[in-house]
């Protein structure tokens, strides 16, 4: 006999139970069965697949103002820490110089550095600069200094090698983030 078949025949000895075991059941039995029924999944529907993701809910409504007043706490201590970073009289064009050609931009940039009454901008000129170092300078070291990029005109250069590295050329204006102090 196969599998199957040994299936079948224990279903069929099951059911063939519980139809005598119904005939023999009283109406009262049959009645609080019937309810059963009914009650059971609608509690298993409750308690396994409703209930549970309204706790969630219930938990994170709970949490959210909690997380937002940490979140607004550690928004505030990061912009103190962005405004320490900058060194009042540290931000020269030696300095900036520096951290150009250290990224591998020497030769390939030309920097204006102008102090007017109400603010203190900086102009950064462009030829063939390679694209990685520059983006990833404009990204991260450059607000470290306290630079804020103000616009920037970039366009692909065009070349004849066949380097796969992008080469960029254009200019970048860029402005003393409040809070950093000129040298004098």
């Given at each position: 006999?196969?599998?199957?078949?040994?299936?079948?025949?224990?279903?069929?000895?099951?059911?063939?139970?519980?139809?005598?075991?119904?005939?023999?059941?009283?109406?009262?039995?049959?009645?609080?069965?019937?309810?059963?029924?009914?009650?059971?999944?609608?509690?298993?529907?409750?308690?396994?697949?409703?209930?549970?993701?309204?706790?969630?809910?219930?938990?994170?409504?709970?949490?959210?103002p909690r997380l937002r007043s940490q979140?607004?706490?550690?928004?505030?201590?990061?912009?103190?820490?962005?405004?320490?970073?900058?060194?009042?009289?540290?931000?020269?064009?030696?300095?900036?110089?520096?951290?150009?050609?250290?990224?591998?931009?020497?030769?390939?940039?030309?920097?204006?550095?102008?102090?007017?009454?109400?603010?203190?901008?900086?102009?950064?000129?462009?030829?063939?600069?390679?694209?990685?170092?520059?983006?990833?300078?404009?990204?991260?070291?450059?607000?470290?200094?306290?630079?804020?990029?103000?616009?920037?005109?970039?366009?692909?250069?065009?070349?004849?090698?066949?380097?796969?590295?992008?080469?960029?050329?254009?200019?970048?204006?860029?402005?003393?983030?409040?809070?950093?102090?000129?040298?004098?």
């Amino acid at each position: 006999m196969n599998s199957l078949a040994r299936y079948r025949a224990r279903w069929q000895a099951q059911r063939a139970s519980a139809q005598q075991f119904w005939q023999r059941s009283s109406a009262r039995d049959k009645r609080i069965l019937r309810i059963a029924a009914l009650v059971l999944p609608v509690v298993v529907l409750w308690y396994g697949l409703i209930q549970p993701p309204l706790q969630r809910i219930d938990h994170w409504q709970a949490e959210l103002p909690r997380l937002r007043s940490q979140a607004a706490a550690l928004d505030g201590v990061l912009d103190e820490v962005q405004g320490a970073g900058v060194v009042p009289g540290a931000i020269t064009p030696q300095l900036v110089k520096e951290r150009l050609d250290g990224i591998g931009l020497a030769g390939a940039y030309d920097l204006e550095h102008r102090v007017e009454a109400d603010a203190t901008t900086w102009r950064l000129t462009l030829d063939n600069a390679p694209a990685d170092a520059l983006l990833n300078w404009l990204l991260d070291d450059a607000p470290r200094l306290g630079l804020q990029v103000r616009d920037a005109h970039l366009q692909r250069a065009t070349s004849q090698s066949t380097e796969t590295a992008a080469r960029i050329s254009g200019v970048v204006g860029m402005e003393q983030a409040p809070g950093a102090k000129e040298s004098s």
